[in-house]
């Protein structure tokens, strides 16, 4: 039988003692925590640390060995989740042979739904992609044109749950800031976003939660207010290394 989404009020996504291991290595290490829902949520942590392998899991890419993901109170084994969620992946590239048109059009089928001109043109202008673009094959962007094109994609999906990982990659400082007053605008109008970052400045200042995953393990949960003050440091990045390394950052 179908699961399907009964309780409105349910977080986006819950992780439920998510533990994954590839052979002797343990990746994820009964990681649990909630993604609230309408929250923008920035998932932080080293390379390694297991933050990819936890989006592969919540997108079925991957099965954890123990636990269990919830999306919109749906088992994200099943098909019927990945209908909430558009994602983003690090190292995006879309097909070379399409135009830009082409793959937005690829990606609302995809999605089910149809493109609106009117809302093309606002995703465009809001991550300053010019219309241009549109016709161009994509073999033929910059890595911040190619970003700016996926990031175009997820924002007209209509989905309620954006999973981007790493959404910033590519983009120059300028980009970088309307990125993040795009996101700000997306999560202040309702809809949930779900990160990652290595820019612990820009999880600060646009991210009402956070989490740390550090070797597998969940080192955090809460808002980054909320680690500044458990940690007494006034910069996130000096609190996130008190919470990953506490001995070293008081030495």
Do not use: W
């Amino acid at each position: 039988m179908t699961q399907t989404a009964s309780n409105p009020a349910a977080p986006a996504i819950r992780f439920r003692a998510v533990t994954k291991r590839f052979g002797t290595a343990v990746s994820l290490d009964g990681v649990d925590f909630d993604v609230p829902s309408g929250s923008l949520f920035g998932l932080v942590g080293a390379n390694g640390a297991g933050k990819t392998t936890l989006l592969r899991c919540l997108l079925d890419a991957t099965r954890p060995d123990a636990g269990e993901i919830l999306v919109l109170d749906v088992r994200s084994t099943l098909s019927s989740a990945r209908r909430s969620v558009a994602y983003l992946p690090e190292r995006f590239n879309a097909p070379f042979y399409a135009t830009g048109a082409d793959y937005l059009s690829l990606m609302a089928r995809l999605y089910g739904h149809s493109l609106d001109a009117e809302a093309i043109a606002t995703a465009l202008g809001s991550l300053e992609l010019d219309r241009s673009a549109l016709k161009k094959p994509v073999r033929a962007f910059s890595k911040g044109m190619t970003q700016k094109l996926g990031l175009a994609a997820c924002l007209l999906s209509k989905r309620p749950i954006l999973v981007l990982d790493e959404p910033a990659s590519g983009l120059d400082p300028q980009a970088r800031a309307r990125l993040k007053a795009v996101l700000t605008e997306r999560h202040h109008a309702g809809r949930t976003i779900f990160l990652t970052s290595h820019a612990l400045a820009d999880v600060d200042e646009m991210c009402s939660d956070m989490a740390i995953l550090h070797a597998g393990t969940l080192r955090f949960a809460g808002s980054p207010a909320a680690l500044r003050e458990a940690e007494n440091e006034a910069s996130l990045e000096k609190a996130f290394l008190r919470r990953i390394e506490p001995a070293a950052a008081q030495g």
